[in-house]
């Protein structure tokens, strides 16, 4: 799966960016939302690991989904880390698996 450079979400344009100083790692985080700089910030290593790209797929999808639920105004949502992580799983599947082109 592509992770663009930024997307679009409800006329906001989000940058998408590599966290290189590791300031989300050190407290725990491998994906975060900026919403005051329209942006999510990615760590590709965690703890001196790289991590797998399925991994940042997921965690790109999850971050997607924040503010997806932020634009249509779902605080409950937008803060259920639960179901952010188990939708963008399921939906990296999803994209993941797709067979053929139907015409």
Known sequence: MLIPKSFSVAGKQYQVKWDRGNRIAERGLVGEVDYA?????????????KICRGCLEQTYLHEVWHTIWDALGNDTLRKNEAFADAFSALLLQVLNSGKGELK
Not at 39 to 48: A, E, F, Q, R, T
């Open 37 to 49: 700089n329209c942006s999510v910030v990615l760590v590709d290593s965690y703890g001196g690991s």
